[in-house]
């Protein structure tokens, strides 16, 4: 099968004004990613070689995100929302090319599974020449009908076009379909809109296949694949199929979730076996985390590297561009923002690192600062291996400490620091024997002479 090429044309003409939003529906994401580019993934891993995109509502807006998450994509624009049929034919360029298959997908149904979408092409390679991928549901309200004669598909009947019986039928239209790139063209263009709709039905080639002689078959998936996006409702609800399938996922390859249920995922986090992550921890974009890390509860992380026993949190921020290497312990309270934190560096409480190294096996103390902005520019505070910073000091970038360099607590640093320097960036202390307790008694007797007057 993997000879035959495939064309995929992911329908998303539909403006969608049950989101109520200015962004095109199926733009909204999942897990970080726009939901119609969890379709163009599903897709690809079907072996899907070229993407049609069929854009109508917000073309504009559409075009410049497909460039990122679908840089090889086609954009063709439905002029007029005529109809599934009518829009897979707005690809019509794309779809008489030669392609062995053609997948017809939605942009708005993105938990569609690449096994379902791989089965019906593999029905295609064994001589169907149109399979539609069917589900079944005790609630068939709205969906399309699969109506089966002698054990044979035979044709779809939209829930307006059904009769009363027919709406009895709980085998339905998850969407998709795979057909026989030589056949579509044929087929697509033979669909009339004689219906309650007055819509050019993609559903329809069924019956016409079938009266051309032309093999169609059903295959059944879950019911998850047709789950369609309407409204913000439904959105949170693919996110939580998602988001439980990826949980279920990252615990069967070794990852640790004590709460599953309280802990998101993004569309590209990366995790290794036998790391652990507490309850309530969030993942943005770009996270990567090998094996053995420890992530604490209530941490949120995103756009960071974090190596193999590395500890993380609790209450701990990493930003894009954390680097944490084996080892290194990023502590409660702590944000650490386009930094490598190298081998065993410890960054325990109540600090803040930005645009920063700090060597292996550093100590930075409770309420330290790096001050990597003056306002209109970032700069980089390089703090040595072995370097020891003392609790609440302010590092004023950009500034060098040198290798076990040690800064006294309390310090406010605007000049490096050696390797092996102390520095003292503060007042020092001046101690006065007895001279407290005559600051009391000044003070209790001056209190005493305001309350006589106010009398
Ligand atoms: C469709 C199926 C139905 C199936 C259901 C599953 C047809 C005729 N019906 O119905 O059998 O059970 O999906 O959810 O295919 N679109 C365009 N241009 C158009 C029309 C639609 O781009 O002119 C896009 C929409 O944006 C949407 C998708 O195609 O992403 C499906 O269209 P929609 O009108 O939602 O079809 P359903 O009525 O849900
Ligand atoms: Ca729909």
Redesign the pocket.
Same mark, same amino acid.
Request: net charge neutral; hydrophobic share 35%; aromatic share 10%.
């Given at each position: 099968m993997s000879q035959r090429s495939c064309l995929s044309v992911i329908? &998303? $003409?539909?403006e969608?004004t049950r989101m109520k939003s200015a962004m095109p529906? *199926?733009l909204h994401p999942i897990a970080g990613l726009p939901m119609v580019a969890h379709v163009v993934k599903a897709a690809e891993a079907a072996g899907a070689t070229g993407v049609a995109l *069929?854009i109508?509502h917000g073309a504009e807006e559409m075009r410049k995100a497909a460039q990122k998450f679908a840089p090889k994509a086609e954009t063709f624009v439905?002029e007029?929302?005529?109809? !599934? $049929?009518? $829009?897979v034919l707005a690809a019509r360029e794309a779809v008489s090319r030669d392609y062995d298959d053609v997948l017809v997908m @939605? /942009?708005? !149904?993105p938990l569609i599974d690449s096994e379902a979408l791989a089965v019906a092409r593999q029905k295609l390679a064994e001589g169907a020449s149109v399979v539609v991928i069917g589900f079944r549901t005790p609630n068939p309200t709205?969906?399309?009908r699969l109506i089966e004669r002698r054990g044979k598909l035979f044709a779809?009947i939209?829930e307006k076009d059904c009769s009363e019986d027919e709406k009895k039928i709980t085998f339905? +239209? &998850? /969407?998709m379909m795979a057909i026989a790139g030589k056949q579509a063209l044929q087929l697509l263009e033979k669909v009339g809109n004689n219906n309650a709709k007055g819509? @050019?039905?993609? !559903?329809d080639i069924v019956e016409i296949a079938g009266a051309q002689g032309l093999a169609v078959v059903a295959t059944e998936a879950s019911f998850e694949n &047709?789950l369609?996006i +309407?409204n913000r409702v439904e959105l949170a609800e693919a996110e939580r199929v998602w988001q439980a399938r990826r949980r279920r996922e990252a615990m069967l390859a070794g990852v640790t979730l004590i709460a599953p249920e309280t802990v998101y995922f993004s569309h590209d986090t990366e995790i290794g076996a036998d790391t652990v992550v507490e309850p309530d921890v969030w993942f943005g974009p770009g996270v990567k985390i090998a094996s053995s890390a420890k992530i604490h509860a209530f941490s949120h992380i995103e756009g960071a590297t974090i190596a193999s026993n590395a500890d993380v949190g609790p209450f701990a921020r990493l930003r894009p561009g954390a680097d944490l290497r084996a080892k290194a312990k990023v502590g409660n309270f702590c944000e650490v923002k386009q930094a490598t934190i190298e081998e065993g560096a410890k960054v325990n409480h109540l600090t803040y690192i930005g645009d920063a190294r700090v060597g292996a096996a550093a100590n930075i103390g409770a309420g330290t600062i790096t001050c990597n902005y003056d306002g209109f520019s970032k700069f980089f505070t390089d703090i040595g291996e072995g370097a020891f910073v003392g609790s609440n000091s302010s590092l004023v970038a950009p500034v060098t400490i040198g290798k076990g360099g040690y800064v006294a607590s309390g310090s406010v640093i605007t000049e490096s620091v050696p390797d092996d320097a102390l520095a003292f960036g503060r007042a020092r202390q001046k101690t006065l024997p007895g001279k407290g307790k005559e600051l009391r008694e000044r003070f209790a007797s001056a209190a005493v002479a305001r309350k006589k007057a106010a009398e």
């Open positions: 329908l &998303a $003409a539909g969608g529906k *199926v *069929v109508g439905q007029k929302r005529l109809g !599934t $049929a009518h $829009a @939605f /942009g708005d !149904t709205g969906y399309g779809i939209e339905c +239209n &998850a /969407g819509e @050019f039905y993609l !559903t &047709a369609g +309407n």
